[in-house]
């Protein structure tokens, strides 16, 4: 149930048609500050987990 060549194909000539071509790469670039910001953001919630749980298990050694 994937996205064929041709569906790609037609996404990307709307998204053309709809913002222009001047607009695409500013467009990139605010998505590819979104994804690295998610990215950031998920490594410091898994730091803090990971952390946490080393507290707990040195915490029930004593």
Known sequence: ??????EIILILLVVL???GA???????????KGVSEFKKG?????NELNKDVTET???EKK
């Open 1 to 6: 149930m994937g996205l064929g060549t041709q």
């Open 17 to 19: 048609i709809f913002f």
């Open 22 to 32: 001047k607009k695409i790469p500013e467009l990139a670039r605010g998505i590819g």
């Open 42 to 46: 998920m490594s410091d919630v898994q």
């Open 57 to 59: 298990k040195s915490e």
